[in-house]
């Protein structure tokens, strides 16, 4: 036999030192790149998030000086580049932001002006009560213009509906509601009745015609003392007395008939009314006392119909005087007696800022994106800026019940958009976690059984030959995308397991327990016969579980109904549980199947790994088959087992397609097996390509990824640990 030259063995050896080195060293820094990866990754989500828990801040910007006993409204563009004063003698005056010199000033109102208010729901136009008691409508429009290179604002003042004027006459009091194709006005008039118009098919630019009007009859209340406020899409009227706070509220959805709604208080403490001010939608309102309570009141169902409650409270050392809210926010401004403000959020009941003022302004407004306050005082205007990005954003929002606008009770909802512009963005993340959890449950708990036990009967009980077939079958299994097992569960499984619901639920029942009688019969037989075919039960019993599954699919229905009297659709119905067509019961099927290939394969391969000889050795000993399984291979094998049934955990957790396309996305806490939910990845996927960069919703959904991250890496850890102590319990075996 030739033999290795001395000479080479030097070089041998130093070569092998090298594959050594530049092993150790590769893998080293492909450990410290995955270490990195992740650490960027958590920095990332951390950089995105932390910035919606940043506190809110007032601070004054400017104070300027100028005369402002003319001035009744101040308000801005939707840049904050021009300052728009509304005067008492009709005109309006536009002033730069950047030195708020008058860039211009116009004259439209043939009249000087009484009053004015926002004409609800629109930023840029009012109603103006002018002193012959007219009613006309003001439209104030920026428009950004180009010449050339240069960039101008074009600021425009007009008249709507061809400059025509309603008679209000010696109306107390009125408001205005506008659509894209009605407007309705209401006037109180001095005997305490209310005059309602609608008008139909309105247009800017052409005249109102031909009104349908509802009178309503008049509350046992002082006039003068009683305002009205049209509410949510004008189907609604609050008529509130200002001296006791009591209300009542008013259905207004047809203007041929009215209803009473609700009749109440408002003021239900120690202290005296106030004042009050609607919130963005007006389906709610804040009610200030004089003993520094602010109260937030609803619209919403109650105890018969629809009526006021109180959903919850702000508390401040002194009384509010004034209330002003934010144009498309739940936000609002709270000025107290001392000239102190308040920035506050309803929904997330969060004080978030506090400002002193010089003084009680006689009007404060925010511009329309809310980054600045412009208070008028006597001889000024101070103009403050507003930093507060992300006033929904709270722990309590976030995990806790909440008390939303128009809900019976506090509750756990996510609903991050909405196609109405008054909508109160809810960012609960209690559905999904519970979503998730309640997806990976069922999945696991079909999968979990099936993969473990099939692994058992694979590398124990079944024969080398149709163990070959069978363990590449199941493991290709893993291959298969999700989206095309969701799109199966989806549009396929699921009709199909509606339309035969009590057949489904009894393949839980007939064909396990017909297999049983199977086997045990199969031990009748002679010794000689059954040698023939062991380690191929398992392809015999194939045939047996297929006749058995048609015959519960084709008689399930009417065993159903010998049992119950009725079909299963019908049976829960009368217990009073719902069904949904997309539920956990499809994810659970769909998921499962998609989860068994990787718990099958990791468990099969730590008990076809357990070292033979401690099974000949349990043998030899006397131990059954099954006492040799059960006390010496799966204790040994139990830390991949474990690890199997973790990393299917990890799986089922993480699933997205298969959740996204076989439920119905609805995000509800409901442990009932036939509901839907919505898990963490399926929202992300949902809603992420929606989201605005940098918006509370953006960073949100970063927030629930981390979520998603820290649940898989806690599971990771608590597996590793019980992984390491049953290695260690039982690796001396």
């Known amino acids: 036999m030739a033999s290795t030259p001395p000479q080479q063995l030097p070089g041998l050896a130093l070569g092998r030192a090298l594959v050594d080195r530049l092993t150790k060293l590769t893998v080293g820094v492909g450990g410290i790149a995955v270490i990195a990866a992740i650490v960027l990754i958590m920095g990332y989500f951390v950089w995105v998030i932390v910035p ?75 109603a103006v009560r002018t002193t012959a008691d007219e009613l006309l409508f003001l439209k104030i429009t920026h428009d950004v213009r180009f010449d050339r290179v240069e960039r101008r604002v ?36 001095p005997d305490g009745s209310i005059n309602l118009e609608e008008y139909q098919d309105v247009d800017d630019l052409f005249e109102l015609e031909d009104p349908r009007t509802l009178t309503i009859d008049s509350w046992n209340r002082t006039p003068s003392s009683l305002q009205i406020m049209l509410g ?14 009591d209300y009542r509220l008013l259905n207004i ?46 619209l919403g169902p109650v105890e018969e119909g629809q009526g006021l409650r109180k959903i919850r409270s702000f508390v401040y050392s002194e009384p509010i005087v004034q209330i002003v809210a934010e144009h498309r926010r739940k936000g609002f401004l709270a000025i107290d007696s001392l000239g102190t403000a308040h920035l506050g959020y309803t929904t997330s009941e969060r004080k978030l800022a506090v400002q002193r003022m010089n003084a009680v302004p006689k009007s404060v407004n925010f511009s329309p994106r809310a980054d600045r306050l412009m208070a008028l005082q006597d001889g000024s205007i101070e103009v403050s800026a507003v930093s507060n990005k992300h006033p ?72 080398e030959g149709m163990r070959k077939i069978v363990k590449p079958g199941i493991e290709i299994m893993a291959a298969l995308p999700t989206v ?63 006749l058995l599954s048609w015959l519960t699919l084709a008689y399930g229905e009417s065993i159903w109904q010998f049992i119950f009297g009725t079909n299963m659709r019908m049976w829960l119905e009368n217990q009073g549980v719902e069904y949904d067509q997309r539920n956990a019961l499809i994810i659970g099927i769909a998921m499962g199947f998609a989860v068994i290939p990787t718990i099958f394969s990791i468990s099969e391969d730590a008990i076809y790994g357990v070292p033979r000889h401690l ?112 290695r260690a319990r039982y690796g001396n075996l």
């Not at 949510?232 to 706070?245: A, C, F, K, N, Q």
């Not at 045990?520 to 059954?530: E, G, H, K, V």
């Not at 960069?693 to 998603?708: D, K, N, P, Q």
Request: cysteine-free.
């Open 52 to 126: 919606m828990f940043v506190p809110a801040s007032i601070k004054l910007l400017h104070t300027e000086e100028l005369a402002t006993d003319d001035v009744l409204y101040v308000t801005s563009d939707d840049r904050f580049e021009i300052l728009t004063l509304i005067k008492s003698d009709g005109s309006v005056e536009f002033r730069d932001t950047k030195d708020y010199r008058t860039v211009s000033e116009q004259t439209v109102l043939p009249t000087s002006i009484k009053s004015l208010k926002p004409l609800y729901p629109l930023a840029d136009t009012f």
């Open 154 to 189: 074009e600021n425009k003042v007009g008249l709507l509906f061809d400059e025509v004027a309603l008679d209000l006459g010696d109306a107390v009091g009125f408001d205005v509601y506008r659509s894209d194709s009605k407007l309705r006005v209401v006037a109180l008039q």
């Open 232 to 245: 949510p899409g004008g189907r609604w009227l609050y008529e509130i007395d200002t001296v006791t706070g």
């Open 253 to 298: 959805a047809s203007i041929r008939r009215y209803s009473v709604e609700d009749i109440g208080t408002l003021d239900d403490t120690d202290g005296n009314f106030v004042h009050f001010a609607p919130v963005l939608g007006r389906y709610s309102f804040l009610v200030a006392n004089d003993q520094g309570s602010l109260d937030h009141w609803t």
């Open 392 to 463: 929904e954003a709270s722990w309590a929002t976030l995990w806790g019940r909440v008390a939303y606008e128009g809900y019976e009770e506090p509750v756990h909802s996510w609903q991050s958009s909405s196609a109405d512009t008054d909508f109160e963005p809810k960012f609960s993340l209690a559905p999904l976690l519970f979503g998730s959890i309640k997806a990976a449950f069922y999945a696991m708990l079909v999968a979990t059984p099936l993969a473990i036990m099939g692994a058992i009967y694979t590398a124990v009980f079944m024969s």
């Open 484 to 546: 095309i097992l969701g799109f199966l569960a989806g549009l396929w499984l699921a009709p199909i397991v509606e339309k035969n619901l009590s057949a489904i639920m009894l393949l839980l029942v007939i064909p396990p327990v017909g297999v049983l009688i199977f086997a045990y019969l199969t031990t009748l037989l002679p010794s000689r016969i059954t040698s023939r075919f062991e380690g191929w039960f398992g392809a015999l019993t194939i045939p047996v579980i297929v």
């Open 615 to 726: 099974v000949h050795g349990s043998v030899a000993l006397g131990a059954t088959r099954w006492q040799t399984l059960v006390r010496v291979v799966l204790l040994t094998a139990s830390p991949g087992i474990f690890s199997a049934v973790m990393i299917g955990m990890g799986r089922a957790v993480g699933e997205t397609m298969i959740v996204l396309m076989a439920t119905g996305n609805t995000p509800i806490m409901d442990i009932n097996l036939f509901q839907g939910m919505r898990t963490f990845a399926a929202n992300i996927a949902v809603e992420m390509p929606e989201s605005e960069v940098g918006s509370t919703h953006f960073r949100i959904l970063f927030l629930t990824a981390l979520v998603l991250f820290v649940i898989t890496f806690l599971f990771n850890t608590i597996a590793e640990i019980v992984r390491q102590r049953l």
